[in-house]
């Protein structure tokens, strides 16, 4: 926060100047754009899909345990390799070449607008659901068996039964509300797998489409027509993490309130 008030080269203090030119930037409004999209969009794709196989596993028999450890695999993925493994020479290559040569369709541009952030998201939801999943799964069998059995006899269906019982012993445990808040913030300073459709996309300079707040951090550090900026740097940094708390606040705001719907 400091080094954000001064002028790194002449160490002078200039007060709000760095966020003056912050706020003033297109790039990083962009950047804040793309990084509260992507953090929503993962977060939230990553716990439908966790919610979804946690309540299909927990009907399974003997099988669970083991069914549970394959679906925790993409965890023990690298960040940096889920980007690659759902980049478009990964993805969309042999996509296309069903989608061209067997169906006889046009081939899919990754690179059109929006196209390739959706995948994005998709694949930073395909590494984190498996934890959602682990933790709803935890919740939901925590639950006492007499309380569902009640359900059943009074005639609820089962998403009667998930509705009612389940969904909000979830939303109330702590364990889960934590994850889902490392989820927000680990999704708000994403970088491996932004960086790696960057670097597909030939996007090396600041600014480009797929750019979050830590990928812009991270070019002004290294492209060198910025010269180095850390007073700019700094201010952004700053920017980040406060987006991050309120952010984090607000959504566990809301969880506590749809617990009590």
């Known amino acids: 926060v400091y080094l ?4 790194y080269q002449s160490k002078s203090f200039v007060g709000l100047a760095n966020y003056y030119e912050m706020l003033s930037s297109g ?9 509260l999209g992507y953090a929503l969009g993962s977060t939230a794709l990553a716990l439908l899909i966790g919610l979804i196989l946690a309540v299909q596993v927990s009907q399974l028999g003997r099988a669970r345990g083991f069914i549970s450890s ?20 990964a993805l969309w290559d042999d996509f296309n070449s069903f989608w061209h040569f067997v169906l006889g369709q046009p081939f899919v541009d990754p690179t ?8 994005m998201i998709v694949s930073d939801a395909y590494e984190w659901a498996p934890m959602i999943m682990l933790v709803a799964l935890g919740v939901m069998t925590s639950v006492q068996p007499e309380v569902y059995e009640a359900a059943s006899l009074h005639g609820a269906s089962a998403w009667q039964t998930f509705r009612r019982i389940s969904l909000p012993a979830i939303l109330r445990s ?16 994403a970088f491996e797998v932004p960086f790696a459709w960057s670097t597909w996309l030939s996007y090396p300079q600041a600014g480009s489409p797929v750019d979050t707040l830590s990928l812009l951090i991270f070019k002004l550090f290294t492209v060198p027509t910025y010269s180095f900026p850390i007073g700019y740097i700094s201010a952004v940094s700053a920017a980040l993490a ?20």
């Open 4 to 7: 954000s008030f001064i002028d």
């Open 27 to 35: 790039e990083f409004w962009s950047a804040v754009a793309t990084s």
């Open 70 to 89: 394959v679906f925790l695999a993409p965890l023990a993925l690298a960040p940096i390799v889920v980007g690659i493994m759902w980049s478009p020479d």
């Open 112 to 119: 059109q607008s929006g196209l390739f952030f959706i995948s």
């Open 174 to 189: 702590p364990a889960f509300q934590f994850v889902a808040v490392i989820r927000v913030i680990d999704a708000m300073r």
């Open 242 to 261: 406060g987006i991050t708390i309120v952010g984090t606040v607000l959504l566990l705001k809301l969880m506590r309130r749809a617990s009590h719907a």
